[in-house]
């Protein structure tokens, strides 16, 4: 079964010097901090980055919602005109199919 810490433990097995262990283990060190340092940059790229998208869908969903409350209020002019107009008196398919016809067509 392998070691979760292979680097170290390839150090402390060799027959070196104890000056030799102890270059070699300041190397390591070294060599960890600075990946721990890239790693640490690359989470703090991409939180910036999740940050960023968030705020853009937070205003993409505001300007859907807008949308929504226009075409809402285009929807209830058309219907308001329809069921006030004499076509409204001559059908009898009802308020709803007649604002969907309308609305289909663009009115």
């Not at 991409?46 to 853009?56: H, K, L, N, S, Y």
């Not at 859907?64 to 809402?72: I, M, P, Q």
Request: proline letters at 1%; one cysteine or more; aromatic letters at 2%.
């Amino acid at each position: 079964m392998m070691s979760d810490t292979p680097r170290t433990d390839s150090l402390i097995y060799r027959k070196n010097t104890i000056e030799m262990q102890r270059h070699e283990l300041l190397d390591l060190a070294l060599a960890l901090e600075r990946e721990l340092a890239a790693a640490i940059a690359g989470i703090d790229e991409e939180r910036e980055r999740a940050q960023r998208e968030g705020a853009r869908v937070i205003e993409l969903q505001v300007k859907l919602a807008e949308a929504v409350a226009k075409e809402r209020e285009r929807c209830a002019k058309v219907c308001e005109g329809v069921e006030n107009s004499m076509y409204w008196i001559h059908n009898k398919r009802g308020v709803a199919q007649d604002c969907a016809d309308a609305i289909r067509k663009g009115e």
